[in-house]
């Protein structure tokens, strides 16, 4: 081989390892940036366990809402059609925040409980996010409902 092709072949060898290597990282970020969403019942059926950051859904438990009195700490239950998940916020919530609203929190889990790092309310009783919607209709198949209640209110 003569050595203009060696070269060639050098510089073609460098690039394509140069693009696979800015391929790979590219993938790796993506997926440490991605937060998937899952209900408290998929969460206690260990489906949420390899995730290290996620998105927890559902309705804030009736009567659950503790407040601290000398910080900004708030613990509260989601729950969804079978299952309940304890979640604990260091922050200021969201306005539209309060008892049998739903929300979507983002973090991790500590043990048994969920550690917000952000916390999300709906802004209607007419709404929810496509993915919660989908989520806990994936939790409660093959589970008998209430059609009536199921029905969206005439807008």
Not at 71 to 87: E, N, R, W, Y
Not at 97 to 119: L, P
């Amino acid at each position: 081989m003569n050595p203009a092709r060696k070269r060639r072949l050098t510089i073609v060898l460098l690039v394509l390892a140069a693009a696979t290597v800015a391929i790979g990282l590219t993938v790796f970020a993506l997926q440490q940036n991605m937060n998937y969403l899952f209900t408290p019942s998929q969460v206690q059926s260990g489906e949420a366990g390899q995730y290290k950051n996620f998105r927890l859904g559902g309705m804030v438990k009736a009567g659950s809402i503790q407040r601290a009195a000398d910080s900004l700490k708030v613990t509260f239950t989601v729950i969804d059609a079978t299952g309940a998940m304890p979640v604990e916020y260091n922050g200021i919530l969201p306005d539209l925040f309060r008892d049998n609203q739903s929300v979507i929190a983002t973090g991790h889990m500590d043990n048994a409980r969920f550690i917000a790092t952000e916390v999300l309310a709906k802004h209607d009783e007419t709404y929810m996010p496509k993915e919660l919607k989908d989520a806990m209709a994936k939790a409660h198949q093959g589970k008998p409902i209430n059609e009536a209640a199921a029905q969206d209110k005439p807008r």
